[in-house]
């Protein structure tokens, strides 16, 4: 029978996917400017609040839409499979950016003329409508989006492949662990993402959200994160991105230029290392989220990142009022996080 759905759970849920939006939308503005151009704008603190983009007050871009269509993925796999394989979930997901495609190529059909997955999305006519989506991520699902660890589809490494999986850590206990969960991302990540970094930084992000879902700290996270990433062939690129991170976050304040120092976030490792740096150093959500988006880079996708792992470990309650009220989709998004919260606490034969 299903466990009970315990305020833990829930609230880390809630938060991962919420403040993930908020870092989403906070650097969308600014995802192509240099950081002095961000401070010329903005002030030295450099964006705090939302600002127009897309022609919103408050938009997501393709990491928020991606994320939704993973989790939708899931979802679907296990309402047809309780106990789904490893291949049922990573085709599962496949058929949903397979989806996700659709509305950025096409019109919106009207809500009566869509698919109704558990979430819904293509009933949803805001998500048809392109922010940016990354070219790898188009080019790999327009030739099926079949790419592998084994067998992969290209050599890219962007950060498309890792922006995407939080709901993949968030259903960690339902899973097993960490270890499955890593493999599930990496798969993931690979349907579009051929090189290892691009699909391994995915994998060590998916386990290390559900390792602070658990409880853990995040330093924790980033230990097993490390240990289990040691164990799959060419690692170690992600993985020394991930000890420059740790190396960083011990050496002193926080600052913008270490942020730099990590690089611009285009590619996974980097994203990745941006966003656990901004975690470890940061005294709550809300400056974490922001110092992952103030710097001369991929804003987005290092905030969204950088939110996921705080929203994970601090809780819904952290994210201020002013991003989790007004982020555009919140609604959505709220459905998004109760319903993975249910299919954790849930046992696959209940």
Not at 312 to 338: N, Q
Request: proline fraction near 5%.
């Amino acid at each position: 029978m299903p466990g009970p759905l315990t305020l833990a759970t829930r609230e880390r849920s809630l938060g991962c996917l919420l403040a993930g939006a908020a870092g989403d939308a906070l650097g969308a503005p600014v995802e192509f400017q240099s950081s002095a151009q961000i401070r010329a704008r903005h002030g030295a603190g450099g964006i705090r609040d939302f600002e127009r983009a897309y022609g919103l007050p408050n938009a997501i871009t393709d990491d928020t839409q991606m994320t939704l269509f993973t989790a939708e993925g899931l979802l679907d796999a296990l309402a047809i499979d309780a106990s789904a394989s490893d291949d049922v979930l990573v085709d599962g997901i496949r058929a949903s950016y397979l989806r996700w495609l659709r509305t950025q190529s096409e019109r919106f059909p009207g809500a009566n003329g869509s698919f109704v997955g558990a979430l819904g999305l293509l009933k949803c006519e805001e998500l048809w409508s392109q922010r940016a989506p990354g070219p790898t991520c188009l080019g790999a699902l327009r030739h099926g989006g079949r790419g592998t660890p084994a067998d992969p589809i290209n050599d890219r490494k962007g950060c498309g492949g890792v922006m995407r999986v939080a709901p993949i850590g968030l259903l960690s206990a339902r899973l097993g662990g960490p270890q499955r969960v890593f493999r599930v991302a990496a798969e993931a990540a690979a349907l579009t993402h051929g090189h290892p970094s691009g699909y391994l930084s995915a994998g060590a992000f998916a386990a290390i959200v559900g390792l602070v879902l658990e409880g853990r700290s995040l330093g924790e996270g980033v230990t097993e994160a490390l240990i289990l990433l040691a164990d799959w062939p060419q690692h170690r690129e992600t993985s020394q991105a991930l000890e420059r991170a740790r190396a960083l976050a011990r050496n002193g304040p926080a600052t913008a230029e270490k942020v730099a120092s990590l690089g611009g976030g285009w590619v996974g490792e980097e994203a990745l290392a941006i966003a656990l740096y901004c975690g470890l150093t940061a005294e709550g959500l809300e400056d974490g989220v922001c110092l992952a988006v103030n710097h001369g880079g991929d804003s987005d996708s290092t905030g969204a990142i950088a939110g996921n792992i705080l929203g994970a470990l601090h809780g819904w309650s952290s994210i201020p009022e002013r991003w989790r009220e007004r982020v555009e989709l919140a609604d959505l998004i709220r459905t998004a996080a109760e319903k993975l919260a249910a299919a954790e606490r849930a046992s696959p034969s209940g």
